[in-house]
């Protein structure tokens, strides 16, 4: 249980990092999480840091790229 409090907390820091919440907002929330110590902060870095890999294409190798079946496909539905 201690467990999942830190992880939601760190959820709601990344996003709130993120720009998803006014500035406002963001600052009370972070203010809330901060109160949950090492662990969430923690969380909340790595969170932020995978974040910004994924909308900086670091991942897009790792996706598995269409099969010739499913290009078939999705040129058929274009057609």
Same mark, same amino acid.
């Given at each position: 249980?201690n =467990? &999942?409090v830190?992880? &939601?907390?760190a959820w709601?820091?990344? !996003?709130a990092a993120? @720009?998803?919440y006014?500035?406002p907002?963001?600052?009370g *929330?972070?203010m *809330?999480?901060s109160? &949950? @110590?090492?662990?969430?902060?923690?969380l909340? &870095?790595a969170? =932020?840091v *995978?974040?910004?890999?994924? !909308?900086a @294409?670091? =991942?897009d190798?790792l996706?598995?790229?269409?099969?010739a079946r499913?290009?078939?496909i999705?040129?058929r539905?274009?057609?």
């Open positions: 249980m =467990f &999942l830190h992880a &939601l907390g709601v820091a990344t !996003e993120s @720009g998803r006014p500035r907002v963001a600052i *929330l972070a *809330l999480v109160r &949950l @110590g090492a662990p969430t902060a923690a909340t &870095l969170g =932020f *995978l974040k910004q890999l994924n !909308e @294409g670091a =991942f190798s996706r598995a790229a269409p099969t499913r290009r078939a999705r040129n539905r274009a057609s």
